[in-house]
């Protein structure tokens, strides 16, 4: 003010500190705006991977390595015949005709095995391939199954074959 005598020293230390409470506050302001911004930027993500996950046109079971499903996409609840509740939890070894080795332990590196699937009375045939999945930092004990029903595609190479051999007569 003017015509005043200046701020003494205990003055200056109360507007320094009230000074540094409010920056201090500012800074808390954008840390939390910016950590809002990242909370919905990792929800959109989420939720992009999981309309991603549902609507591929591959069947996709996330299973852990001993190959107990803990989920399942729309397509695989259409080709097992059941519902994603009533897969989570069951063992791979239930639903497709795995090696006896692979009951405890699923291979992280399968690629287009031919496998029997276990799903009604007709003789159904799939392709079973699996990867590693890092189901938390460090920890890479996840897998990825993709399951495909050949079923027809072998039903029509049988049918071919037939044709071309009585051709052949």
């Known amino acids: 003010r003017h015509g005043e005598l200046p701020l003494g020293h205990g003055e200056r ?3 320094a500190a009230l000074a540094a409470q409010a920056a201090l506050a500012l800074e808390n302001s954008l840390l939390l705006a910016n950590l809002r ?12 991977l999981e309309r991603g996950f549902q609507s591929s046109a591959a069947a996709l079971l996330i299973c852990d390595a ?9 397509r695989a609840t259409t080709l ?18 795995l090696r006896p080795e692979w ?5 992280p590196d399968l690629a287009g095995l031919q496998v029997r699937l276990l799903v009604d009375e007709r003789e ?29 595609q072998l ?14 007569l």
């Open 66 to 74: 001993t190959g107990r499903v803990l989920r399942a996409n729309a």
């Open 103 to 107: 009951h405890s332990f699923l291979p």
């Open 13 to 15: 230390r109360l507007v």
């Open 37 to 48: 911004r990242q909370v919905e930027e990792h929800r959109l993500l989420e939720d992009y």
């Open 124 to 152: 159904r045939s799939g392709l079973l391939s699996t990867s590693v999945l890092e189901v938390a930092p460090g920890r890479f004990d996840g897998r990825v199954v993709a399951l495909d029903d050949i079923s027809d």
């Open 80 to 97: 097992l015949q059941r519902p994603a509740a009533e897969l989570v939890g069951t063992p791979l070894c239930e639903l497709v005709e």
């Open 155 to 168: 039903a029509l190479e049988q049918r071919l074959a037939n044709q071309e051999r009585l051709a052949s």
